[in-house]
T-cell receptor, first 114, second 112 residues
């Protein structure tokens, strides 16, 4: 298995632009998580899905952030419009099911908003 | 606020020495996990210890859990330069399994 795949690896954009981050979870995993990592705040859980359904988006910082999971093999995290304070590493992770708490992380997307 | 907090924030040792990292948390948990993050990479799961376990081993890793003190420790024995990484403890919040909250991590540097 290729593991959790995220794209792009790096994204540099200007303030106000729309940014879309992509994630392909491990096949057969029922849970998908989006985390954000910064030096100031560490790792923050933004949103997670169970069987493609968003369960808890209370960690999404503001309405500029949205996430979708149209099918079991694909999820997106969108920021529109982007701001410099959104600069961070965004991780996607998946886990097998509710009985297996182990998370598998992707390599992350390094986002820089200028 | 984050559930788990690691201590120390940074640790620097020589190859062959043991490295001990600690994690404290605030509320009752049913399990605690440790992850490793190499620079520029995603987190990798190391070990999970359940609330009814006191100690668990995996290769050169030893994890302890003291639920009365709400603390855990990760011991890496006979460390290697390749162990250089950040180490995070993670605890579940709420009833939903997999909803993990991570501490700020311990940056471990192992010098050859």
């Amino acid at each position: 298995d290729a593991g959790v795949i995220q794209s792009p690896r790096h994204e540099v954009t200007e303030m106000g632009q729309e940014v879309t981050l992509r994630c392909k979870p491990i096949s057969g995993h029922d849970y998908l998580f989006w985390y954000r990592q910064t030096m100031m705040r560490g790792l923050e859980l933004l949103i997670y899905f169970n069987n493609n359904v968003p369960i808890d988006d209370s960690g999404m910082p503001e309405d500029r952030f949205s996430a979708k999971m149209p099918n079991a093999s694909f999820s997106t995290l969108k920021i529109q419009p982007s701001e410099p304070r959104d600069s961070a590493v965004y991780f996607c992770a998946s886990s097998l099911n509710s009985r297996n708490e182990k998370l598998f992380f992707g390599s992350g997307t390094q986002l820089s908003v200028l | 606020s984050q559930q788990g907090e690691e201590d120390p924030q940074a640790l620097s040792i020589q190859e062959g020495e043991n490295a001990t990292m600690n994690c404290s948390y605030k509320t009752s948990i049913n399990n605690l996990q440790w992850y490793r993050q190499n620079s520029g990479r995603g987190l990798v799961h190391l070990i999970l210890i359940r609330s009814n376990e006191r100690e668990k081993h995996s290769g050169r890793l030893r994890v302890t859990l003291d639920t009365s003190k709400k603390s855990s420790s990760l011991l890496i024995t006979a460390s290697r330069a390749a162990d250089t990484a950040s180490y995070f403890c993670a605890t579940p919040r709420g009833s939903t399994l997999g909803r993990l909250y991570f501490g700020r991590g311990t940056q471990l540097t192992v010098w050859p």
